[in-house]
């Protein structure tokens, strides 16, 4: 008789249901694809503009005005809740992988702010007719798997009957006041950094289309599953001055947020951002994301002259992508010493200048 240890026995239950359960591509049942799903920001705003005069809520440190990843309430005691939502359409084909994608990139705004996680509610919507709910249960077995990783529990729910698969969590957190970061608070001066590489969307769309190699999908799919944990460790430094995370309107798009909220510009060196090294070949084949267009239409007003290829990776949306923190010139080294901690390596990309005629420019 074998017996085997509780991780192995829970492997040999998750393979069982794997090789039981008919093959179904989830991508082929969605028109979107993570957060390439995300309204452009300028429908957007057309959308979230209201004529009601707008209430005062003393309490309400971070609303929607100033477009940040996640609310915050302030209990009165130095100590805040965080809350927040997100939720797409599947960006992979393997059920259990896209409970763990759409989970990270749930929680991934409460680390965003400087919070720590405590608690996350499910949101499912299923196409019960079309793709059996034995498929559905290994979404959120993922979610559980990565909620077991950030430490919180998955709580609770709500489900309906969907044209399309679509997933993610509302998650709650909460921090110290003094240690939330917002996305409109950067300094003049200040470095940027970017914690993942960029191209997730130019990746996955070329699984859609068939080309992708198994290696660069791998790492794309790694990047997308890894927490966002080192947030909760920026928001404690004094010298991080702001701090966003970058998802589906490309890193441009969140960086130009960030710039206009704190009334600022931004310089960006090309060459120095964090990406994949093998996205020009699948640019050639014509693995460009249908929201790299949405988001350049949105914002490509307010970005100096760009070649199509830096077009392609600077406004191509992210799902689950990296953190994006502004840091005060004078504490670098200390900075990026403190993130090799994290287990990340970085380098600055770009630094936040006076206004300009372009908010960003690219060199």
């Not at 997100?86 to 960006?91: A, E, L, Q, T, Y």
């Not at 009334?263 to 964090?274: C, G, H, K, T, Y």
Request: hydrophobic share 40%.
């Amino acid at each position: 008789m074998i017996l085997l240890s509780e991780h192995d026995f829970n492997t040999f239950v998750l393979y069982q249901k794997k090789i039981c359960m008919p093959e179904i591509k989830l991508t082929q049942y969605s028109h979107g694809a993570g957060c390439g799903c995300k309204i452009s920001p300028a429908v957007l705003d057309t959308i979230l503009h209201s004529n009601f005069p707008k209430q005062s809520f003393p309490s309400l440190l971070v609303g929607h005005e100033s477009k940040d990843d996640a609310a915050v309430y302030n209990l009165g005691d130095g100590t805040c809740i965080i809350s927040t939502t997100d939720f797409f359409m599947p960006i992979v084909d393997d059920p259990f992988t896209f409970g763990e994608i759409a989970s990270v990139n749930s929680i991934s705004d409460v680390y965003a702010m400087g919070g720590e996680p405590i608690m996350a509610i499910a949101i499912l919507g299923w196409p019960v007719n079309t793709i059996p709910a034995s498929v559905a249960n290994e979404v959120l077995e993922g979610s559980r798997k990565i909620c077991q990783e950030a430490g919180i529990p998955l709580a609770g729910g709500h489900s309906i009957d969907c044209p399309e698969p679509v997933f993610g969590l509302a998650v709650t957190g909460k921090g110290k006041i003094e240690n939330i970061k917002k996305n409109n608070t950067a300094r003049e001066g200040s470095l940027l950094y970017l914690t993942k590489p960029i191209g997730i969307g130019i990746v996955t769309t070329a699984q859609k289309k068939g080309i992708v190699e198994p290696a660069h999908l791998q790492q794309a799919v790694s990047v997308m599953t890894t927490l966002n944990k080192p947030g909760y460790t920026f928001g404690k430094l004094p010298y991080v001055n702001a701090m966003t995370d970058v998802t589906g309107f490309g890193l441009l798009g969140h960086l130009v947020e960030l710039c206009e909220g704190s009334r600022l510009s931004a310089e960006i060196n090309f060459d120095q951002v964090p990406k994949f090294n093998f996205l020009e070949n699948y640019l050639n084949q014509k693995s460009t994301p249908g929201g790299t267009q949405r988001n350049w239409a949105s914002y490509g007003n307010k970005i100096s002259e760009l070649t199509d290829l830096q077009i392609a990776v600077l406004a191509d949306p992210q799902t689950s992508g990296g953190l994006l923190v502004s840091v005060g010139e004078n504490y670098a080294e200390e900075f990026e010493e403190m993130a090799s901690w994290q287990g990340l390596d970085l380098k600055p990309f770009g630094r936040m200048v006076k206004p300009r005629n372009k908010i960003i420019e690219v060199r």
